[in-house]
């Protein structure tokens, strides 16, 4: 059974830094994209970034580059997002999501499994 168990959220202040991390499990992830998202109180889920098992190639959404950024622990099937700089509009639940061919049709994220999300919030 695949799990994505992401952890590492909580309160920070505008300005300061938090790490995600979401242990994958459950199956080889070396042909997969790990992807990141994140979805505000009555918003639509969003995409920050992902990184390829294989080649680590990393994508990021425009609104996080340079401040965000996505590495993994191949040994501990583990994938983290490091928040740096971080802004009061960054508060959401953040998802981890995995996937061998990732897709966006009209507007809408497919990927294979998703984590339950863990809750960051940035005191203005």
């Known amino acids: 059974q695949v799990q994505l168990v992401e952890s590492g959220g909580g309160l920070v202040q505008a300005g300061g830094s938090l790490r995600l991390s979401c242990a994958a499990s459950g199956r080889t992830f070396s042909t997969y994209v790990m992807g990141w998202f994140f979805q505000a109180p009555g918003k639509e889920r969003e995409f920050v970034g992902s990184?390829?098992?294989?080649?680590?190639?990393?994508t990021y959404a425009d609104s996080v580059k340079g401040r965000f950024t996505i590495s993994k622990d191949y040994a501990k099937n583990t994938v983290y997002l490091q928040m740096n700089s971080l802004k009061f509009e960054d508060t959401a639940v953040y998802y981890c999501?995995?996937?061998?061919?990732?897709?966006?049709?009209?507007?809408?994220?497919?990927?294979?499994?998703w984590g339950q999300g863990t809750q960051v919030t940035v005191s203005s």
């Open positions: 999501a995995a996937s061998k061919r990732p897709r966006r049709i009209d507007g809408s994220w497919y990927w294979d499994y």
């Open positions: 990184i390829s098992w294989g080649d680590s190639i990393t």
